[in-house]
């Protein structure tokens, strides 16, 4: 079973910036589509970036512009860039694979890192 890591949260002020990390303990995310999902408090998950195995990207509404999805193959990590953070950014940020059959993922969630904004 892969296992998956993320981290790189913590607290930040808004307008800040930070780069979250996800590394795969095995089953190559090269020829994955990953994505970025987030979990506020009271709220369903929801989906923030993905990028495809030939390095398509895309992004939700809230996040265009502000946050920007990558990964290094070599090093089985997808990567968060977040700049311009918001208060209605903090979250519980997650990775993971999506399976392409009704919304469900390939591996089990990690813990995720958290992101909390000062205003």
């Known amino acids: 079973q892969v296992q998956l890591v993320e981290s790189g949260g913590g607290l930040v002020q808004a307008g800040g910036s930070l780069r979250l990390s996800c590394v795969a303990s095995s089953g190559s995310v090269s020829i994955r589509t990953m994505g970025w999902y987030r979990r506020a408090p009271g709220k369903q998950r929801e989906l923030v970036a993905r990028i495809t195995s030939g390095g398509e990207t895309i992004y939700g509404d809230s996040v265009k512009g502000r946050f920007t999805i990558s990964r290094d193959n070599a090093k089985n990590t997808v990567y968060l860039q977040i700049n311009s953070l918001k208060p209605e950014d903090a979250a519980v940020y997650f990775c993971?694979?999506?399976?392409?059959?009704?919304?469900?993922?390939?591996?089990?969630w990690g813990q995720g890192t958290q992101v909390t904004v000062s205003s």
């Open positions: 993971n694979s999506p399976s392409g059959i009704g919304g469900t993922m390939l591996w089990k």
